[in-house]
T-cell receptor, first 110, second 110 residues
Framework: NAGVTQTPKFQVLKTGQSMTLQCAQDMNHEYMSWYRQDPGMGLRLIHYSVGAGITDQGEVPNGYNVSRSTTEDFPLRLLSAAPSQTSVYFC?????????FGEGSWLTVV | AQSVTQPDIHITVSEGASLELRCNYSYGATPYLFWYVQSPGQGLQLLLKYFSGDTLVQGIKGFEAEFKRSQSSFNLRKPSVHWSDAAEYFCAVGVRDMRFGAGTRLTVKP
């Protein structure tokens, strides 16, 4: 049982480039979400999904796009990377009362 | 709108002293409530959670938390702090779209 798998773990992007952070879970959870973590700001919710085909915005959705074509996968797309998107990104899936986090993706935009 | 407030950015306690970390939230209904701990460079570890029943919840590492509906609070406590408890602590609240507080950094003095 792999849990929540995020790739890549580390990435450096140039301003204006696009990329996709991959997230997959094998627990058949309906709820999945993406967070970014910045010093002094905790984890902020970017987007979340309550099932395949259903997504919604969180606290800081601008500059990010998501889709949920399957229960297992919830990729996060950066459309045109900006230095302000330098952060640590966590994917999570949730059963009724427990959140499972991926190991994080360290993204630097130069 | 949902929000989570951890009023204390940084707390310093002496080893062996008691600890209380505060968490207040704003949510439309009674949400699920969580406390997580994070050491530098690491992921988040679940300390405890509440979703119904007894309002005093026991967690790992000797931590407990009390849900007070009238105060919209979910404060974390530990009767005797150990040096290894030094870390950052996050309160999280929600049902599907989990929101996190900004965190409280705990320093433990020898």
């Amino acid at each position: 049982n792999a849990g929540v798998t995020q790739t890549p773990k580390f990435q450096v992007l140039k301003t204006g480039q696009s990329m996709t952070l991959q997230c997959a879970q094998d627990m058949n959870h309906e709820y999945m979400s993406w967070y970014r973590q910045d010093p002094g700001m905790g984890l902020r919710l970017i987007h979340y999904s309550v099932g395949a085909g259903i997504t919604d915005q969180g606290e800081v959705p601008n500059g990010y796009n998501v889709s949920r074509s399957t229960t297992e996968d919830f990729p996060l797309r950066l459309l045109s990377a900006a230095p302000s998107q330098t952060s640590v990104y966590f994917c999570a899936s949730m059963s009724r009362n427990t959140i499972y986090f991926g190991e994080g993706s360290w993204l630097t935009v130069v | 709108a949902q929000s989570v407030t951890q009023p204390d950015i940084h707390i310093t306690v002496s080893e062996g002293a008691s600890l209380e970390l505060r968490c207040n939230y704003s949510y439309g209904a009674t949400p699920y409530l969580f406390w997580y701990v994070q050491s530098p460079g690491q992921g988040l570890q679940l300390l405890l959670k509440y979703f119904s029943g007894d309002t005093l919840v026991q967690g790992i590492k000797g931590f407990e938390a009390e849900f007070k509906r009238s105060q919209s609070s979910f404060n974390l406590r530990k009767p005797s702090v150990h040096w290894s408890d030094a870390a950052e602590y996050f309160c999280a609240v929600g049902v599907r779209d989990m929101r996190f507080g900004a965190g409280t950094r705990l320093t433990v003095k020898p």
